[in-house]
C-alpha cells in the first residue's frame, strides 16, 4: 500500500476488515495521522501473528501516534519496524518513550527510524543497544545523531552481542564518535559486520589506536566515504590485523599524503579485503606516482592472497599521462597476481 495517498480513517477500515492472519502492513507515504494513528495500532495489537509494520513518511503523526506504536510494540511479537521519515513522532522528547517500549519487545531485530531528528533523544537508543538480545539491525542514516548520541551508541557495543548492521550515515558524526564506535566494535563479542558512516563530519583516524580492529573482530564492510579525513594511517595499519575486512571504502575524502600510501601498502596485505575505494580523494601526480611503484613492490607479498582485490582511484586529480599509465599498469598487475600461489597448487592437485 505504497504511496497511494490514503487518508487515514480509510487505512483503519481496511485494518478493521483485516483477517487475523495479517503478518504485515506496509503503509508508508499516506496520511495516518494523529487522529487515526492510534485507532490503526489499536487493531493492528489485536492481530496475533502480526510482525511487520512500515509507517514510514506519514508525516502528521504526533505524540498519540507514538503512544500508540509504544502499545504495539508492548502488546504483539513485532520483528520489524520502520519508522523512517515520520518528521513529527520521533524526536527528542518522543525516543525515550520508544526506547523504553523496545526493551519491553523482546522480539524486535530491524528498526529504522532513518530520516526523523533525534537529537539529543538518540541518546537513548545507547540502552537499547545495551540491552536489547534481539536487534540485529539499526538504521539511524540522517536521522539527526549528534556526535554524542554516536558516543553512547560506541559505548553501548561493547556489551551488545546481536546487531550486525548499523547505519548511522549522514549526521554528526565527529572525530571522538568515530573513535567510540570503533572502540565498541573491537570487542571480541561485538557482531557489527556492517557499519555505514558515509557523509559525517570525521576528520582524522590519527587518535586510533593501531589495534583498533583486532583478529577477532566481526567487521566486513567499513564505509568512511564523505568525511573530511586526511589521515588513515593508524586507521590501516588497525584493519591489517583485522582477518574479516572485506570492503573499505574511503573515497570523496582528502587523502594525499605520502604517509596514507605507505598505509595503504599495509591494508593490501589483509587477507580478505577485496575493495578499496579511494575514489575522489587528492593523490594527484605525486601520491599517484607513489601509489604505483607501492604496488608494483608489493607484487611478490600478494600472489598468496586468495581474492584478488579492487582498487578504485578514479577521480585523484592524476593528470600526467605518464603518471596515469603507470597506475593503471600497476592496479592490473596486482589484480593478476593476486591468488596466483593458489592457482598454481589448484593445477598441481588437479593434474596429480
Same mark, same amino acid.
Given at each position: 500500500?505504497?504511496?497511494?495517498?490514503?487518508?487515514?480513517?480509510?487505512?483503519?477500515?481496511?485494518?478493521?476488515?483485516?483477517?487475523?492472519?495479517?503478518?504485515?502492513?506496509?503503509?508508508?507515504?499516506?496520511?495516518?495521522?494523529?487522529?487515526?494513528?492510534?485507532?490503526?495500532?489499536?487493531?493492528?495489537?489485536?492481530?496475533?501473528?502480526?510482525?511487520?509494520?512500515?509507517?514510514?513518511?506519514?508525516?502528521?503523526?504526533?505524540?498519540?501516534?507514538?503512544?500508540?506504536?509504544?502499545?504495539?510494540?508492548?502488546?504483539?511479537?513485532?520483528?520489524?519496524?520502520?519508522?523512517?521519515?515520520?518528521?513529527?513522532?520521533?524526536?527528542?522528547?518522543?525516543?525515550?518513550? !520508544?526506547?523504553?517500549?523496545? +526493551?519491553? /519487545?523482546?522480539? %524486535?531485530?530491524? @528498526?529504522? &527510524?532513518? =530520516? #526523523?531528528? *533525534?537529537?539529543?533523544?538518540?541518546?537513548?537508543?545507547?540502552?537499547?543497544?545495551?540491552?536489547?538480545?534481539?536487534?540485529?539491525?539499526?538504521?539511524?542514516?540522517?536521522?539527526?545523531?549528534?556526535?554524542?548520541?554516536?558516543?553512547?551508541?560506541?559505548?553501548?557495543?561493547?556489551?551488545?552481542?546481536?546487531?550486525?548492521?548499523?547505519?548511522?550515515?549522514?549526521?554528526?558524526?565527529?572525530?571522538?564518535?568515530?573513535?567510540?564506535?570503533?572502540?565498541?566494535?573491537?570487542?571480541?563479542?561485538?557482531?557489527?559486520?556492517?557499519?555505514?558512516?558515509?557523509?559525517?563530519?570525521?576528520?582524522?583516524?590519527?587518535?586510533?589506536?593501531?589495534?583498533?580492529?583486532?583478529?577477532?573482530?566481526?567487521?566486513?564492510?567499513?564505509?568512511?566515504?564523505?568525511?573530511?579525513?586526511?589521515?588513515?594511517?593508524? !586507521?590501516?595499519?588497525?584493519? +591489517?590485523? /583485522?582477518?574479516? %575486512?572485506?570492503? @573499505?571504502? &574511503?573515497? =570523496? #575524502?582528502? *587523502?594525499?599524503?605520502?604517509?596514507?600510501?605507505?598505509?595503504?601498502?599495509?591494508?593490501?596485505?589483509?587477507?580478505?579485503?577485496?575493495?578499496?575505494?579511494?575514489?575522489?580523494?587528492?593523490?594527484?601526480?605525486?601520491?599517484?606516482?607513489?601509489?604505483?611503484?607501492?604496488?608494483?613492490?608489493?607484487?611478490?607479498?600478494?600472489?598468496?592472497?586468495?581474492?584478488?582485490?579492487?582498487?578504485?582511484?578514479?577521480?585523484?586529480?592524476?593528470?600526467?599521462?605518464?603518471?596515469?599509465?603507470?597506475?593503471?599498469?600497476?592496479?592490473?598487475?596486482?589484480?593478476?597476481?593476486?591468488?596466483?600461489?593458489?592457482?598454481?597448487?589448484?593445477?598441481?592437485?588437479?593434474?596429480?
Amino acid at each position: 500500500l505504497e504511496h497511494l495517498n490514503l487518508r487515514g480513517d480509510m487505512v483503519v477500515d481496511l485494518a478493521r476488515n483485516i483477517q487475523d492472519q495479517l503478518q504485515l502492513l506496509d503503509v508508508f507515504a499516506n496520511n495516518v495521522d494523529e487522529e487515526t494513528g492510534p485507532h490503526l495500532m489499536k487493531r493492528l495489537s489485536d492481530l496475533p501473528d502480526f510482525t511487520t509494520l512500515n509507517l514510514g513518511s506519514n508525516p502528521n503523526g504526533a505524540a498519540q501516534m507514538m503512544k500508540g506504536i509504544s502499545q504495539l510494540l508492548r502488546a504483539q511479537h513485532l520483528t520489524s519496524l520502520d519508522l523512517s521519515s515520520l518528521f513529527v513522532p520521533v524526536d527528542e522528547t518522543s525516543t525515550p518513550i !520508544l526506547c523504553e517500549a523496545i +526493551l519491553e /519487545c523482546s522480539s %524486535l531485530t530491524h @528498526l529504522s &527510524l532513518s =530520516g #526523523n531528528d *533525534l537529537g539529543a533523544g538518540s541518546y537513548a537508543l545507547g540502552d537499547v543497544i545495551r540491552h536489547s538480545r534481539t536487534l540485529l539491525s539499526l538504521d539511524l542514516e540522517a536521522a539527526g545523531v549528534p556526535d554524542e548520541g554516536a558516543c553512547r551508541i560506541g559505548e553501548a557495543l561493547q556489551v551488545n552481542s546481536t546487531l550486525t548492521r548499523l547505519n548511522l550515515a549522514h549526521n554528526g558524526v565527529d572525530n571522538d564518535g568515530f573513535y567510540e564506535l570503533m572502540m565498541g566494535v573491537r570487542y571480541p563479542h561485538c557482531k557489527v559486520n556492517f557499519l555505514d558512516l558515509r557523509n559525517n563530519d570525521i576528520e582524522s583516524a590519527s587518535d586510533i589506536s593501531e589495534r583498533i580492529l583486532p583478529p577477532n573482530a566481526s567487521l566486513t564492510r567499513l564505509d568512511l566515504s564523505n568525511n573530511h579525513l586526511h589521515d588513515v594511517l593508524t !586507521l590501516a595499519t588497525g584493519a +591489517l590485523q /583485522c582477518k574479516t %575486512l572485506e570492503v @573499505l571504502e &574511503l573515497g =570523496g #575524502n582528502v *587523502l594525499r599524503s605520502a604517509a596514507f600510501v605507505k598505509a595503504l601498502g599495509m591494508e593490501l596485505v589483509s587477507p580478505n579485503l577485496r575493495y578499496l575505494g579511494l575514489r575522489g580523494n587528492l593523490l594527484g601526480n605525486v601520491g599517484g606516482k607513489e601509489l604505483a611503484g607501492l604496488l608494483m613492490d608489493l607484487r611478490a607479498d600478494l600472489k598468496t592472497r586468495q581474492v584478488p582485490v579492487h582498487i578504485d582511484v578514479r577521480d585523484n586529480f592524476v593528470t600526467d599521462r605518464k603518471v596515469a599509465d603507470a597506475l593503471n599498469k600497476a592496479l592490473t598487475q596486482i589484480n593478476a597476481v593476486c591468488g596466483q600461489t593458489a592457482r598454481q597448487n589448484h593445477r598441481a592437485e588437479q593434474s596429480g
